[in-house]
């Protein structure tokens, strides 16, 4: 049996600094392992006791019976250390250390952290700064937390990994009032040693979790977190994260456009996206969404029919499915005559309103097993209105029967304020939720299409040659034509009067730039000009050489002519390294369309050419590549494979890569390829 597993699953937990007082949390352990039902053996260490809860007390961890597959460390940070330490080497598997003051507290409890780790040696350590783990599927409660206070703790397929302790006890004790079983519950607190992939991994494989729900403040492994991802999606097991901290503060502060429009939260949006993960946009979506997937259920596509015996609950889901890009078609002609039958009305409307039909149990059984049968929905809401408070088992039991067979969705909306209706409904694994809102993200979850698999990351590579720091923007495209994406005709010059004769060499109407490493943003500092003819080159280059450098306080390098282009979509494809996660790309409306509208899609490295195009498709101004009110179409297979070579680059360059961009790329009508007409690189 593995460290973790032993972790999971002990057969013995030693309880170290356990007190006898179970108003204080050293004495809610013991209580909580011996009140839940845990049916191994419990050691208490505390020196001053003989015995408590029943149980023998032992002096000190050398008077163990030996090494326990568990320890619950309940000493602060000035003794917790030596008591690892002495856990290690008597073969303990797993510690968990509840104190904080820590990492968490800064500089010292960053080093007593690091000296705690280094006293477990090869012994795993949960924690420390964790309220410890849940095991309710086999009565094995290894916490402190509060919440098990409460009497009934429904047992469920659900899982869940979070980072905060205080939210693993929020999370059992909402989902207990709601009737909403968890199997197993882990606060990884610091994560000295084991954190959120280690358990996502063994949870992937756990044979009593069908549902894995995150909750997430940043990832310490995003490479490991990424394998566990898809080991978990190789398992058909769903994983829902809420990831916190959104702010995107110190955007602003980025070099390129790319910087400023992918912010590190984009970049876990990105990530999840990729890897299949749900993101779950509110906390509530937390239980919401796991619970609907614990069903076992999965909606085939977007059409879902609304039962309702109230007219304005009816129109709130209609309205919240709406908004969620579900469509809500009226019944067919053969749904339609069957449900007209039953009511003795005409069935044209979706929301189908059973008000004047009366509720009775024959009339909403043979309305919901139509709407299920009718080859029209892929899914069906059902509205538990007030009359439910009068007939509570209605709802519930005509569901139940239902869904007999079936494996289209029912979901359940309580309209009134009615927690035990909506309790009782979750019990029978019904989904069922008390807002509209929470109604469209479960179905949404349950209409998403697996995720496809992910392309192997590859190795970086030497390339030799490259200077370091920010490149000019003819070097830049310089890097960029290494990896196969074409810039439009131009030539360097040193003076002026080299610029004009660039110019008559290039011919027609030309943009001319100045050329610094120190200049990203040379709009602004009135460093291009486009439309020039030749004969005016010479001159706007002495002016512009000027302008610049009383801007900057700088003067240019020199100075770049180029071909003008015209008659493509200008679009923006951008690299960008974070240190956590790694190098994303990002792509979207070029120009002053960047920073402007923002319709940009972003994925994180590697790239499959499946998720290129799908980035495209998620932009909207994707209408403006396929050719719009009489526009030629953009050549968008170019466009595909300059995002595959600029992808290729980032991971060719790896670390080595900070920042790169092109905007604009022009992309030229289909067969006439893609021209990048201005870049900038940053290498570390």
Same mark, same amino acid.
């Given at each position: 049996m593995s460290e973790l597993h032993r972790l999971l699953r002990p057969r013995s937990v030693a309880v170290v600094g356990a007190s006898a007082?179970?108003?204080?949390?050293?004495?809610?352990?013991?209580?909580?392992?011996?009140?839940?039902?845990?049916?191994?053996?419990?050691?208490?260490?505390?020196?001053?006791?003989?015995?408590?809860?029943?149980?023998?007390?032992?002096?000190?961890?050398?008077?163990?019976?030996?090494?326990?597959?568990?320890?619950?460390?309940?000493?602060?940070?000035?003794?917790?250390?030596?008591?690892?330490?002495?856990?290690?080497?008597?073969?303990?598997?797993?510690?968990?250390?509840?104190?904080?003051?820590?990492?968490?507290?800064?500089?010292?409890?960053?080093?007593?952290?690091?000296?705690?780790?280094e006293a477990a040696g090869t012994m795993r350590l949960l924690g420390p700064n964790t309220i410890g783990l849940v095991n309710l599927a086999d009565r094995i409660v290894l916490s402190a937390s509060g919440a098990l206070e409460i009497g009934e703790l429904p047992p469920g397929?659900?899982?869940?990994?979070?980072?905060?302790?205080?939210?693993l006890g929020a999370v059992l004790s909402r989902a207990a009032a709601q009737g909403i079983g968890f199997a197993r519950l882990v606060s990884t607190g610091n994560e000295a040693d084991l954190e959120v992939a280690d358990f996502l991994d063994l949870l992937a494989e756990d044979p009593g979790t069908d549902v894995i729900a995150l909750y997430l403040e940043g990832l310490r492994r995003p490479e490991a977190f990424r394998a566990a991802a898809r080991k978990a999606a190789a398992a058909g097991k769903p994983?829902?994260?809420?990831?916190?901290?959104?702010?995107?503060?110190?955007?602003?502060?980025?070099?390129?456009?790319?910087?400023?429009?992918?912010?590190?939260?984009?970049?876990?949006?990105?990530?999840?996206?990729?890897?299949?993960?749900?993101?779950?946009?509110?906390?509530?979506?937390?239980?919401?969404?796991?619970?609907?997937?614990?069903?076992?259920?999965?909606?085939?596509?977007?059409?879902v029919a609304v039962l309702t015996s109230t007219g304005g609950a009816g129109a709130l889901l209609a309205d919240s499915f709406g908004l969620a890009g579900f469509e809500l078609p009226p019944p067919d002609a053969a749904t339609a005559t069957r449900i007209?039958?039953?009511?003795?009305?005409?069935? /044209? #409307?979706?929301?189908?309103?059973?008000?004047? %039909?009366?509720?009775? !149990? *024959?009339?909403?059984?043979?309305? $919901?097993?139509? @709407?299920?049968?009718?080859?029209?929905?892929?899914?069906?809401?059902?509205?538990?209105?007030?009359?439910?408070?009068?007939?509570?088992?209605?709802?519930?039991?005509?569901?139940?029967?239902?869904?007999?067979?079936?494996?289209?969705?029912?979901?359940?909306?309580?309209?009134?304020?009615?927690?035990?209706?909506? /309790? #009782?409904?979750?019990?029978?694994?019904?989904? %069922?939720?008390?807002? !509209? *809102?929470?109604?469209?993200?479960? $179905?949404?979850? @349950?209409?998403?299409?697996l995720a496809a698999a992910a392309p192997e990351a590859a190795q970086a590579e030497s390339q030799p040659g490259l200077p370091s720091g920010p490149l000019d923007e003819a070097e830049s495209k310089a890097l960029f034509a290494r990896f196969g994406v074409p810039a439009v005709r131009e030539e360097t010059a040193r003076t002026p009067a080299e610029a004009a004769e660039a110019a008559r060499r290039i011919g027609g109407r030309v943009v001319l730039k100045a050329r610094s490493r120190h200049l990203s943003h040379k709009t602004e500092a009135g460093g291009v000009r486009v439309g020039l003819t030749s004969e005016?080159?010479?001159?706007?280059?002495?002016?512009?050489?000027?302008?610049?450098?009383?801007?900057?306080?700088?003067?240019?390098?020199?100075?770049?002519?180029?071909?003008?282009?015209?008659?493509?979509?200008?679009?923006?494809?951008?690299?960008?390294?974070?240190?956590?996660?790694?190098?994303?790309?990002?792509?979207?409306?070029?120009?002053?369309?960047?920073?402007?509208?923002?319709?940009t899609a972003l994925r994180v490295l590697p790239l499959s050419r499946t998720e290129a195009e799908a980035m495209l498709a998620e932009l909207r101004g994707r209408r403006l590549l396929e050719g719009f009110r009489g526009t030629p179409q953009a050549d968008i297979p170019a466009l595909l494979d300059a995002m595959m070579r600029f992808a290729a680059m980032g991971e060719a360059l790896g670390p080595r890569l900070l920042e790169a961009e092109i905007n604009p790329l022009f992309v030229l009508p289909r067969g006439a390829g893609v021209r990048a007409a201005d870049g900038l690189a940053v290498l570390a």
């Open positions: 007082d179970p108003s204080k949390t050293t004495g809610r352990p013991i209580g909580y392992l011996l009140r839940h039902g845990f049916g191994g053996e419990v050691w208490p260490v505390n020196p001053r006791v003989a015995e408590l809860s029943g149980l023998r007390c032992y002096p000190d961890i050398a008077s163990l019976p030996g090494g326990p597959d568990v320890a619950i460390v309940l000493l602060g940070p000035e003794r917790a250390g030596q008591a690892v330490r002495e856990l290690a080497e008597r073969g303990t598997g797993a510690a968990i250390v509840l104190a904080g003051g820590y990492a968490e507290a800064g500089g010292e409890g960053a080093d007593r952290q690091q000296a705690l780790r397929r659900i899982s869940l990994v979070s980072q905060s302790g205080g939210i994983v829902v994260a809420f990831k916190v901290g959104r702010s995107e503060a110190g955007a602003a502060a980025a070099i390129s456009h790319t910087g400023a429009l992918s912010g590190a939260d984009r970049l876990y949006d990105a990530l999840f996206r990729q890897l299949g993960v749900i993101r779950a946009e509110r906390f509530s979506d937390l239980l919401d969404i796991p619970a609907a997937l614990a069903s076992g259920r999965r909606a085939a596509g977007r059409r007209s039958a039953l009511t003795g009305e005409a069935a /044209a #409307a979706n929301p189908l309103d059973l008000t004047l %039909a009366g509720l009775k !149990p *024959e009339v909403f059984r043979g309305a $919901l097993t139509a @709407l299920l049968e009718s080859p029209s929905y892929d899914a069906v809401t059902v509205v538990v209105g007030s009359s439910a408070l009068a007939q509570p088992r209605l709802a519930a039991d005509a569901i139940a029967a239902c869904q007999t067979g079936q494996e289209k969705p029912v979901l359940a909306y309580v309209s009134p304020h009615a927690p035990a209706i909506l /309790a #009782a409904l979750n019990a029978q694994r019904i989904p %069922a939720t008390a807002a !509209p *809102e929470a109604a469209a993200a479960m $179905l949404a979850s @349950l209409a998403r299409p005016e080159v010479e001159a706007e280059a002495e002016r512009m050489l000027a302008r610049v450098a009383a801007a900057t306080g700088r003067a240019p390098d020199g100075l770049l002519v180029q071909e003008q282009v015209s008659g493509g979509v200008e679009m923006i494809l951008g690299l960008r390294r974070d240190p956590h996660l790694g190098t994303a790309l990002l792509v979207g409306l070029g120009g002053v369309a960047a920073e402007v509208f923002g319709d």
